[in-house]
């Protein structure tokens, strides 16, 4: 079945620091993925994706690259924020076809916090 | 445009009690999902629906039952609750189609003791 792996928590550095948060996945098939945000008291924002390999998916300064050799999405950002505090987590969906309906499969989540 | 809305925020049930939770879809979205949110965990399929039928379901057992109504609301419906179902239950909106994008509400926090 599918699975997500996250990088072990929590994360804290501090602002400006170079940031990265490894994820890799098992999956049949060619998935979609994702990286959600959740923010204290908030429900799931989706942070960007990538549908295909070598896709790079960007938002806010924050970019993963969509790696189908090493079954890796991991996220990175070069200067992160105090207002980046946040849950981050990595996701697939798998594609159309089949049983498919779109269910998302989920990564534990990685705790971020930022410092001044 | 009005988003993804739960309601209740927050519930309170003890065990072997029933809980009704309710999600109003985003404006013109036909699909719903419910997922599962545990203290610490990610968020984990239970069910979707679309056209007022169930189109999916995790790995979740017959307790755990839902409902959509025409105008595409949904309910998330859990019996004989267990301590084990306190978590974070989260509802999803999309139009129709694996690859289309959900969004997601704020979440509904259910404590059970």
């Known amino acids: 079945g599918n699975s997500v792996t996250q990088m072990e928590g929590p994360v804290t550095l501090s602002e400006e620091a170079f940031l990265t948060i490894n994820c890799t996945y098992t999956?049949?098939?060619?998935?979609?993925l994702f990286w959600y945000v959740q923010y204290p008291g908030e429900g799931l924002q989706l942070l960007l994706k990538?549908?295909?390999?070598?896709d790079k998916g960007s938002n806010k300064g924050f970019e993963a690259t969509y790696r189908k050799e090493t079954t890796s999405f991991h996220l990175e950002k070069g200067s992160v924020q105090v207002s980046d505090s946040a849950v981050y987590f990595c996701?697939?969906?798998?594609?159309?076809?089949?049983?498919?309906?779109?269910?998302?499969?989920f990564g534990q989540g990685t705790i971020l916090t930022v410092h001044p | 445009e009005t988003g993804v809305t739960q309601s209740p925020t927050h519930l309170i049930k003890t065990r072997g009690q029933q809980v009704t939770l309710r999600c109003s879809s985003q404006s013109g979205h036909n699909t719903v999902s419910w997922y599962q949110q545990a203290l610490g965990q990610g968020p984990q399929f239970i069910f979707q629906?679309?056209?007022?039928?169930?189109?999916g379901r995790g790995n979740f057992p017959p307790r755990f039952s839902g409902l959509q109504f025409p105008n595409y609301s949904s309910e998330l419906n859990v019996n004989a609750l267990e301590l084990d179902d306190s978590a974070l239950y989260l509802c999803?909106?999309?139009?129709?189609?694996?690859?289309?994008?959900?969004?997601f509400g704020p979440g509904t926090r259910l404590t059970v003791l």
């Open positions: 629906y679309y056209r007022e039928e169930e189109n």
């Open positions: 999956a049949t098939g060619y998935p979609s």
């Open positions: 999803a909106s999309s139009f129709h189609g694996p690859r289309n994008e959900q969004f």
């Open positions: 996701a697939l969906r798998n594609g159309a076809g089949g049983t498919s309906y779109g269910k998302l499969t």
């Open positions: 990538a549908t295909k390999a070598d």
